[in-house]
């Protein structure tokens, strides 16, 4: 009966971690740098669907970031990866890399 209280737990925990990575990986958008207003706080990002912003087609938005240290590690032209949620005030970047 452990045994398979043991199993049981194991194949839980790994159901979510893969179901946890696949959260993240959905909601990662790929775009292009294209302006950066670090006295405004703002990046402005070309990029494709954003279907955890509810965006099905491609396009250039100006967003708010988060951190404005953000800024600071990428410069215009830069491929990058990012996440973004919906706030009163706009859509703001809450996490940012280059692309690999």
């Given at each position: 009966?452990?045994?398979?209280?043991?199993?049981?737990?194991?194949?839980?925990?790994?159901?979510?971690?893969?179901?946890?990575?696949?959260?993240?990986?959905?909601?990662?958008?790929?775009?292009?740098?294209?302006?950066?207003d670090e006295g405004a706080g703002k990046i402005?990002?070309?990029?494709?669907?954003?279907?955890?912003?509810?965006?099905?087609?491609?396009?250039?938005?100006?967003?708010?970031?988060?951190?404005?240290?953000?800024?600071?590690?990428v410069k215009v032209g830069d491929k990058v990866?990012?996440?973004?949620?919906?706030?009163?005030?706009?859509?703001?970047?809450?996490?940012?890399?280059?692309?690999?």
């Open positions: 009966m452990n045994r398979i209280i043991r199993i049981t737990a194991a194949l839980a925990l790994t159901l979510s971690v893969a179901t946890g990575a696949l959260a993240a990986e959905a909601a990662a958008i790929s775009g292009e740098v294209k302006k950066i402005t990002l070309k990029h494709g669907p954003a279907k955890s912003l509810g965006m099905e087609d491609p396009m250039t938005m100006v967003y708010r970031v988060k951190d404005p240290a953000m800024l600071k590690q990866t990012f996440e973004a949620e919906e706030a009163a005030s706009g859509y703001t970047v809450t996490k940012m890399q280059k692309a690999k």
